[in-house]
């Protein structure tokens, strides 16, 4: 069955700190597809980063860095030096297609609050 | 400003009723993505469409119905309101049309609260 799970619900760090929020993913599929979000207070959904399965290549966007092993169906998501302005509520998600239906679950996503 | 929008930014209405909700993509974008978050049910992927036709389904109920015009807005139209249905409805638009695999980056519309009691 297709699963993901974040089990940290809420993360409180000082500023500067690095934080890494974990996603654990659960798939038969070979072929599937691996996103963070961002949700700030403010409410809106921002896009930070898609995966496909067969890209294990980590990557690193500023202070924003992202880690797939699928030797432990994981893809997790630090930031360094976080700062304020990175409280939020953070998704991972996961999309597959099986026979041309596709599914795409969320975790329910990690509280980050970063105090100054 | 993403330049995606979304209208109305709310919606209040009864059991029931019939409502639609509008996304405009950003200018050059061709699919757009329905969104639901609600306190129960979380975020939950409704439906993509590209350039007018239906390119992935996820967890849309059969009450719930969206369309893309050749304008390449979209409507979601839901229908038979529950009190469960109520919760906030975000779209989304990038320019490629392959199924929720895109390269692209998701520019995510502000979203729709809907309350129906």
Redesign the interface.
Known sequence: AQKVTQAQTEISVVEKEDVTLDCVYETRDTTY?LFW?KQPPS?????LI?R?SFDEQNEISGRYSWNFQKSTSSFNFTITASQVVDSAVY?C?L?E?TSG????I?G??TRLKVLA | DSGVTQTPKHLITATGQRVTLRCSPRSGDLSVYWYQQSLDQGLQFLIQYYNGEERAKGNILERFSAQQFPDLHSELNLSSLELGDSALYFCASTHSGRALGSTDTQYFGPGTRLTVL
């Open positions: 597809y979000y409410g809106e959904l921002v896009f898609r496909n998704f998600a999309s297609a239906t596709y599914k795409y969320f329910t996503g």
